[in-house]
């Protein structure tokens, strides 16, 4: 998202852990130019994709208010990778505001749960210290989105990615969390949301490096080819992922 380095592509991929399904944006003015930004790494037109929200005065509805708060959360991740904490700190407030919002409209928000679990995951990105107070309090919200709506993208992306990146100490359990992501991966495909939505798109990234991380490298191979087939354009994963992985697997 500066992302040349691949250990900066993988703490995004992990800090991002993905946002909503596109149903909820589908007619949205912006979620071309988001895809665009995500495909070239352009976080200055991710930037100005908010600003552009902001200014406009139009955040009114909850699907407005979650589309906000997803395309802050792509950022803050961004932000969080490349060490500016003070400005992610204020995105976070943001967003935690516009989350407490949505969840006094629709107190039984599924996303917006998810998305009060990522958020507070953030805090814990800036300062791991936190871990200690809050990760138990960003898994509860989290596992209750999943009470919710079993079927949440944003939910089992999240639960996903907590299983995946965890220490096993700690209840880590990267082939557990991969059922999660290819759940999330397979209720996008059979709603047929998967044409330039860059939830999906990360979505079989994470699941890419899960595979491979597990020594699953055929599986590996598989995504990061299909991953190509659906964007050819997407830079961080042609000139950076892919060919590393190849190079592993050849070595």
Same mark, same amino acid.
């Given at each position: 998202? +500066? ?12 800090? @991002? ?7 909820? !944006? ?7 130019? &988001? ?8 976080? &200055? ?19 407005? $208010?979650? +589309?906000? &708060? ?17 400005? #992610?700190?204020?995105? =976070?407030? $943001?967003?935690?505001?516009? =989350? ?9 928000? #599924?996303?917006?749960?998810? !998305?009060?679990?990522?958020? @507070?995951?953030?805090?814990?990105? %800036?300062?791991? !210290?936190?871990?200690? !107070?809050?990760?138990? /309090?960003?898994?509860?919200? %989290?596992?209750? #989105? ?40 397979? @209720? ?7 044409? +330039? ?21 055929? /599986?590996?191979?598989?995504?990061? /080819?299909?991953?190509?087939?659906? /964007? ?16 592993? %697997? $050849?070595?």
């Amino acid at each position: 998202m +500066e992302w040349p380095k691949s250990t900066l592509n993988k703490l995004i991929i992990t800090l @991002i852990l993905i946002s909503l399904t596109t149903a909820i !944006f589908a007619e949205s003015p912006y979620k071309k130019n &988001i895809y665009r930004a995500f495909i070239a790494r352009d976080m &200055i037109k991710w930037e100005k994709v908010i600003r552009t929200i902001e200014a406009s005065n139009s955040i009114n509805t909850v699907d407005q $208010k979650l +589309e906000l &708060i997803n395309y802050y959360y792509g950022y803050i991740g961004y932000l969080i990778g490349i060490k500016q904490y003070t400005k #992610a700190e204020k995105l =976070i407030i $943001k967003g935690e505001n516009l =989350i407490t919002e949505v969840l006094l409209i629709s107190p039984k928000n #599924a996303t917006a749960y998810s !998305f009060k679990g990522s958020f @507070i995951g953030f805090h814990i990105g %800036i300062s791991k !210290f936190k871990a200690i !107070f809050l990760k138990s /309090e960003s898994k509860c919200n %989290i596992n209750k #989105a999943l009470e919710l709506d079993p079927q949440n993208v944003q939910a089992l992306i999240d639960k996903g990615n907590t299983l995946y990146y965890a220490p096993r100490l700690l209840g880590g359990n990267k082939k557990e969390a991969l059922t999660y992501l290819l759940k999330a991966a397979n @209720i996008l495909e059979q709603k047929k949301e998967t044409n +330039e939505n860059w939830v999906y798109l990360n979505l079989l990234t994470i699941i890419a490096d899960a595979y491979d991380k597990t020594d699953n490298l055929e /599986e590996a191979k598989l995504y990061y /080819e299909k991953i190509l087939r659906d /964007e050819p354009q997407i830079i961080w994963v042609k000139n950076d992922l892919y060919p590393k992985f190849l190079a592993k %697997i $050849k070595s």
